[in-house]
């Protein structure tokens, strides 16, 4: 038994590690990270809001917006960008703040720093990881 726990434990943590990796991806995850890495942020105007309906895992619908923001690097560049992710929605014409890369501004974000999605990744899998060992044990013990 301890060798089927073995294998066990090998794939559940593999399991974690790819869990925790798409997870991210679909957080944003690299985006966001990326942005607030140098700390630069810019006020930015909302110059257009889209919508657009999706349908949920329940098979509703719901609306999506998706703002439009421009701002300026601290060099002077102009950058119009879509905020993808935003729980916070300007209207037309609103000033709101973004954080961005100067590699990068138009991965910007109107998302402030947070220690979950800074760390989410990590989190997913420390958890998936010490699941698999508490199962392994299990197994390797009863069995």
Known sequence: M?????V??????GAAVMSGRSLDRNLQGPRLRAA??????AEARCTAVRTEEVQDAEGGFVLNARPTLEFRTA???AVSFEE???RLVPAEG???TVHYSAAN????????????????????????CFFALVSA???????
């Open 2 to 6: 301890v060798v089927v726990a073995a």
């Open 8 to 13: 066990y434990l090998v794939v559940a943590v």
């Open 36 to 41: 607030w890495a140098e700390g630069l942020t």
């Open 75 to 77: 060099d002077g560049r």
């Open 84 to 86: 993808r992710q935003s």
């Open 94 to 96: 609103d000033f709101v």
């Open 105 to 128: 501004p138009e991965g910007a974000t109107t998302r402030a720093p947070s220690f979950g999605m800074r760390h989410a990744r990590a989190v997913i899998t420390a958890a998936g």
């Open 137 to 143: 044990v299990v197994i390797a013990v009863v069995g």
